[in-house]
Nanobody, 122 residues
């Protein structure tokens, strides 16, 4: 079992930046692929990014490449999502996820955090 706890999101103005973190506990963090998803009001949950255990295999949603950066620190059992040049359409609940398999847009990771609200004002 893996427990995932996201940091508190927040309210940020358009064009601003925000970094989310997700702390994992339970089984060996470094064994897991970590990912971020988000769900905007009235929309389905969508894939944001994922990173494998080594940090060498990183995937992003095409629409977010260049603005969002995923990283991990296995020593701290933490994965990060750096979000830059934020837009109002980035407003969503952001979820951290973990799985032993690679995480892509059509994946259903085994473990999820509780989600954290990110609101971008125009």
């Amino acid at each position: 079992q893996v427990q995932l706890v996201e940091s508190v999101g927040g309210l940020v103005q358009a064009g601003g930046s925000l970094r989310l973190s997700c702390a994992a506990s339970g089984r060996t963090f470094s064994s897991y692929v970590m990912g971020w998803f988000r769900q905007a009001p009235g929309k389905e949950r969508e894939f944001v990014a994922s990173i494998d255990w080594s940090g060498n295999a990183i995937y992003y949603a095409d629409s977010l490449k260049g603005r969002f950066t995923i990283s991990r620190d296995n020593a701290k059992n933490t994965v990060y999502l750096q979000m830059n040049s934020l837009k109002p359409e980035d407003t969503a609940v952001y979820y951290c996820a973990a799985d032993l398999n690679l995480i892509f847009s059509n994946s259903r990771p085994a473990y999820w955090g509780q989600g954290t609200q990110v609101t971008v004002s125009s």
